[in-house]
């Protein structure tokens, strides 16, 4: 009988390794196809403006530095993605294929920061089975590309270098610190040496962006130094190292002067620490009910509860709970990551004086919620295995998966409603390869209309195709988008001659 279920197993984590890669597959795969597609859009010709007509790459760099320059003393202390902004810009430079090539990049790095972290964390908490790795980054995976499309991130330059880049390059500094850091006084190869002088030139980098971007990598450094403080009970001089460069960085970007010009112009409100206390927990607690309600995190919550009581049976908790210096800084790990969303929200509803998030900003909540939320599922799920008896082992497993099997039926954004999928149908009908062509072939046609008043028919709202973001223009010549998109192509004024409804 013993041989019999040992088969069945072996076969169920087959299937499962199986499914848990195809799924990477698809989702990523769907995503980077999209980005293909992307197009230049309202503020790239913004950014391009410095740029346009500059020949050679010195020559480009010394623009791209200026640029930095002019935005960090007149607009924001955003240092690093101002430079790559205008460095890296395809309307500049590049063109149509340039774009592709950087948003799929932006694509690449951000799975892989994502993917790199989680496994790195998973192979600290010594999970060997590559089944279960594999399934934990597939959860992890499904959230980003199944609730939304984060088109601003993966289908807009200006979005990819302000926030998407900066981000990926933050979380794989956090994962290089937890990678390599070992105890004080252990032996170190040349390469761990090196490897934390990336993550302090990565993390350096990462906080000069969005002060969302800024406050979420500091937090997540600061969390790492803790974790192996506590645990090790001695500061790492190297982690403490990385994390003041990066507080360095943070303190950089938000002493521009910029910031307090840019802080006159806006015509948003202006919050009191209270009410942006009072309405971050809002927003926080509106992003929990978008999880749960609108969609079906539920599942993916009790999935990897049930994945934590499996992989953590009662020998590797005993073991896990006789190193108290562990448990102790691995809680504390748990309550800062479950903090960081706070971290993530305050600065941008204080910074713009609203509400809400937009779509950009709400990626990086919903990708460190999606960690945070994933390592508390699997805690529980190690409590209740530590925690049951024996009759309990067997039961409790069927009765999660029961109850995940009645939520998956039961929930209403099911199977159709998952947006990578509704991306596949829009990549195979061609709907979002036509809007390229169009606009590739619109744009091109800019260059032999120099000095002209051009006239075009395109959408007013860069979200008229759903689950992505598209070239708009509108109906007023002497708006900063349309003066920008003139400027950037030599025109003498470009206007849509479609009417915003």
């Known amino acids: 009988m013993n041989i019999k279920n040992d088969k069945i197993k072996?076969?169920?984590?087959?299937?499962?390794?199986?499914?848990?890669?195809?799924?990477?597959?698809?989702?990523?795969?769907?995503?980077?196809?999209?980005?293909?597609?992307?197009?230049?859009?309202?503020?790239?010709?913004?950014?391009?403006?410095?740029?346009?007509?500059?020949?050679?790459?010195?020559?480009?760099?010394?623009v791209a530095v200026k640029f930095s320059y002019e935005i960090y003393t007149n607009d924001q202390g955003t240092y690093f993605t101002s430079f790559i902004g205008s460095f890296f810009n395809p309307v500049?430079?590049?063109?149509?294929?340039?774009?592709?090539?950087?948003?799929?990049?932006?694509?690449?790095?951000?799975?892989?920061?994502?993917?790199?972290?989680?496994?790195?964390?998973?192979?600290?908490?010594?999970?060997?089975?590559?089944?279960?790795?594999?399934?934990?980054?597939?959860?992890?995976?499904?959230?980003?590309?199944?609730?939304?499309?984060?088109?601003?991130?993966?289908?807009?330059?200006?979005?990819?270098?302000?926030?998407?880049?900066?981000?990926?390059?933050?979380?794989?500094?956090?994962?290089?610190?937890?990678?390599?850091?070992?105890?004080e006084g252990s032996a170190e190869s040349k390469k761990a040496k090196a490897l934390y002088v990336l993550a302090a030139i990565l993390g350096f980098c990462a906080v000069g962006a969005s002060l969302a971007v800024t406050g979420t990598i500091c937090w997540l450094v600061l969390s790492v130094v803790v974790f192996f403080w506590i645990k090790d009970k001695k500061l790492s001089r190297k982690n403490l190292s990385v994390f003041l460069t990066c507080l360095g960085g943070a303190l950089i970007n938000v002493a521009a002067p910029g910031n307090y010009v840019r802080l006159e112009k806006e015509s948003g409100n202006s919050f009191s620490l209270f009410e942006g206390i009072k309405y971050t927990?809002?927003?926080?607690?509106?992003?929990?009910?978008?999880?749960?309600?609108?969609?079906?995190?539920?599942?993916?919550?009790?999935?990897?509860?049930?994945?934590?009581?499996?992989?953590?049976?009662?020998?590797?908790?005993?073991?896990?709970?006789?190193?108290?210096?562990?448990?102790?800084?691995?809680?504390?790990?748990?309550?800062?990551?479950?903090?960081?969303?706070?971290?993530?929200?305050?600065?941008?509803?204080?910074?713009?004086?609203?509400?809400?998030?937009?779509?950009?900003?709400?990626?990086?909540?919903?990708?460190?919620?999606?960690?945070?939320?994933?390592?508390?599922?699997?805690?529980?799920?190690?409590?209740?295995?530590?925690?049951?008896?024996?009759?309990?082992?067997?039961?409790?497993?069927?009765?999660l998966a029961a109850a995940l099997l009645i939520l998956f039926i039961t929930t209403p954004f099911n199977v159709r409603e998952y947006i990578f999928l509704k991306m596949d149908k829009q990549l195979v009908t061609g709907e979002i390869r036509d809007n390229y062509s169009k606009t590739k072939d619109m744009i091109d046609g800019f260059a032999d209309m120099q000095g002209q008043d051009v006239?075009?028919?395109?959408?007013?709202?860069?979200?008229?195709?759903?689950?992505?973001?598209?070239?708009?223009?509108?109906?007023?010549?002497?708006?900063?988008?349309?003066?920008?998109?003139?400027?950037a192509y030599g025109l003498n004024s470009i206007v849509n001659t479609r009417k915003e409804e």
């Open 92 to 183: 500049i430079s590049g063109g149509f294929a340039g774009m592709r090539v950087v948003m799929i990049v932006n694509a690449v790095l951000a799975f892989a920061a994502i993917l790199s972290f989680v496994y790195v964390a998973l192979k600290r908490l010594r999970v060997e089975s590559m089944t279960a790795r594999m399934f934990i980054l597939a959860a992890v995976i499904f959230v980003l590309t199944a609730y939304t499309a984060f088109q601003e991130i993966f289908n807009w330059f200006v979005g990819a270098s302000v926030y998407g880049i900066p981000f990926s390059m933050g979380i794989i500094a956090v994962t290089l610190l937890i990678a390599v850091t070992k105890p």
């Open 455 to 487: 006239e075009v028919d395109v959408p007013t709202d860069p979200e008229e195709i759903r689950n992505f973001y598209c070239f708009f223009l509108t109906d007023d010549p002497n708006s900063s988008i349309n003066a920008d998109i003139a400027r």
């Open 281 to 399: 927990w809002d927003y926080f607690t509106y992003a929990l009910r978008w999880l749960f309600s609108n969609k079906n995190y539920g599942c993916v919550f009790i999935a990897l509860i049930l994945a934590g009581f499996i992989i953590f049976g009662r020998d590797k908790i005993e073991e896990i709970v006789g190193n108290r210096k562990f448990v102790t800084s691995y809680l504390i790990l748990s309550a800062m990551l479950l903090f960081t969303p706070f971290v993530t929200i305050f600065p941008v509803l204080m910074g713009y004086g609203v509400e809400w998030m937009p779509n950009r900003c709400f990626y990086i909540l919903i990708v460190i919620m999606d960690i945070a939320l994933g390592n508390l599922a699997l805690v529980i799920g190690a409590l209740l295995s530590y925690l049951s008896k024996d009759k309990a082992k067997k039961s409790a497993p069927v009765i």
């Open 10 to 62: 072996k076969i169920a984590e087959k299937c499962i390794l199986v499914m848990s890669v195809l799924s990477l597959v698809v989702m990523i795969g769907t995503v980077l196809c999209a980005a293909a597609y992307t197009v230049p859009i309202s503020d790239d010709f913004w950014y391009a403006r410095s740029g346009i007509g500059v020949k050679g790459i010195i020559n480009r760099f010394i």
